[in-house]
């Protein structure tokens, strides 16, 4: 592991200036000196016909060290909800009125600041609200490899109905394996339809309770108030049920939810703590950032010493701004924490030229991942009209799925988007389009995560591309 450009060309037997211009035709503008990951190599050296063996590759010394807290030492911790669902169906409105419900806010002085995540107490329960509704958010945070979310509150306005945005925000709850509840929002509106959103969700297998299904819709109104209480019991009861603890006794990890430079207090961060107690004084580090723990306040702008699993704070003492969704944790000293940030820094940099050379997932490698033990195929299926997407998705469901199982995560009509790309990103998913191409910066997206995106006009084409894939014998597209 990390290798210079001139070194690779030794090994390989070949002189560093054609390695610079395979370099160069797989996109990336190389020098002499640059170091080029394990992965790289190995594209590279594919590309150049040649067979490398990388051994002892490094251990990636800043990724989190796993653990496993014994069950005695797990407490409860509050639950993370996002907030997601179709424009202007009010989910800004209804984290507003959310956060009005909460009494002790009120009584600190009333200003609650913005800090990209919230808590409401509900009969002595904490609930943590991450403040940026919308799928985007939630996705961004999932493509960088954070899971924070523990339940999705998906709204639906009662007038409107289920619109394009509702099936994406279900798609990505479902690909996260996050627990659903349903607001249907603006029931105060006089052409409010509830009944008629519980039919259309039904459509697409979240049925109602009430219906002898097992999703929890709740009628709300983030103008009147009306519902907003049984909201949050709903969610604190789902909690419940999903059992949620975490270990407040040890060093405190998480993930950043926002961030940005302040001019007159430098680099600001909201973290949400996950496990363990961050307190003030605490060498930090966060992505590619380092720092200690200089001031810490709550979404009330109180000050704190210290938080525990499930609270966001915001959090200044940071060098430089670590990014929305990166992991942090506390370390022995600052010196470490720099340390391991710099690491950090030149693994990014490497990862992104290997994902540049090589897609995350392929049709390609679909059974060389079987053979490591991954045996899922996760698919996102676009085409023009809903005849071919059906025609399509039926012959997929045909496939012999004996090694690979194929998962459509999402199917749609239309040109392939940026939000595609992006729950491919995070599902490990490759995108097939029928007579549709990618639109706005999907091209784009899919070229930085490393999404591939295959195109068809022959229905049959794709059940062959597929089948061939899972017995390991497609060739790449060109
Ligand atoms: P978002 O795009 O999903 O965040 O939606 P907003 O929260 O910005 O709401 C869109 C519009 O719907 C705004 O004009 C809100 O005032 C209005 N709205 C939101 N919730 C309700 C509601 O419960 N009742 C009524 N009548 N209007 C609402």
Do not use: C
């Amino acid at each position: 592991s990390g290798s210079t450009v001139k070194e690779v060309a030794e090994a390989l037997g070949v002189s560093a200036p054609e390695v610079i211009k395979k370099l160069m035709e797989l996109g990336e503008l190389a020098t002499l000196t640059q170091t080029l990951s394990d992965e790289a190599i190995e594209v590279l050296a594919d590309a150049l016909g040649k067979r490398v063996e990388v051994i002892g590759a490094a251990e990636d010394e800043t990724a989190e060290p796993e653990v496993e807290d014994d069950s005695e030492q797990l407490e409860p911790r509050p639950p993370v909800v996002t907030v997601m669902g179709h424009v202007d169906h009010g989910k800004t409105s209804l984290l507003d009125a959310i956060r009005k419900t909460d009494v002790a806010a009120r009584e600190a002085g009333g200003i609650t600041q913005h800090i990209g995540a919230y808590q409401v107490t509900v009969d002595g329960h904490r609930v943590t609200f991450i403040d940026t509704p919308g799928h985007e958010a939630f996705t961004a945070l999932r493509a960088r490899g954070a899971q924070v979310t523990d339940i999705a509150v998906i709204v639906v306005a009662a007038d409107d109905g289920v619109m394009p945005q509702t099936l994406e925000a279900i798609d990505h709850a479902r690909a996260a394996g996050v627990p659903i509840i349903v607001a249907v929002n603006k029931i105060d509106r006089e052409n409010a339809d509830p009944q008629r959103v519980r039919a259309e969700l039904a459509a697409k297998n979240l049925t109602p309770v009430e219906w002898g299904g097992d999703t929890e819709f709740v009628d709300v109104s983030a103008k009147t108030g009306q519902g907003l209480d049984q909201l949050l019991e709903t969610i604190v009861t789902l909690a419940e049920l999903s059992e949620l603890r975490a270990n407040p006794n040890a060093p405190a990890s998480g993930t950043v939810i926002e961030s940005r430079l302040d001019t007159g207090r430098g680099p600001v961060a909201t973290l949400l703590v996950q496990r363990g107690t961050l307190r003030l004084g605490d060498p930090i580090v966060a992505g590619t950032q380092a720092g200690r723990v200089r001031a810490m306040t709550d979404y009330r702008g109180e000050r704190l010493k210290e938080a525990g699993p499930g609270t966001p704070v915001e959090v200044l003492g940071f060098d430089g701004v670590p990014e929305a969704g990166d992991r942090f944790r506390v370390v022995e000293s600052e010196r470490e924490a720099r340390r391991l940030a710099q690491e950090r820094a030149q693994r990014l940099k490497q990862e992104a030229l290997a994902r540049q050379m090589r897609r995350r997932v392929s049709l390609e490698d679909v059974l060389a991942r079987a053979e490591r033990g991954e045996r899922q195929l996760n698919l996102i299926v676009k085409a023009d009209v809903t005849g071919s997407l059906e025609a399509i998705v039926d012959e997929i469901a045909k496939l012999p799925q004996d090694e690979v199982t194929v998962n459509v995560i999402r199917e749609g009509v239309g040109g392939i988007t940026e939000s595609d790309v992006m729950l491919a990103a995070a599902s490990d998913a490759v995108i097939i389009g029928f007579n549709v191409r990618p639109v706005g910066g999907a091209a784009a997206a899919a070229q930085r995560e490393g999404v591939e995106i295959r195109t068809y006009s022959v229905i049959y084409q794709v059940a062959e591309d597929l089948k061939a894939a899972m017995e390991g014998l497609l060739e790449p597209e060109q």
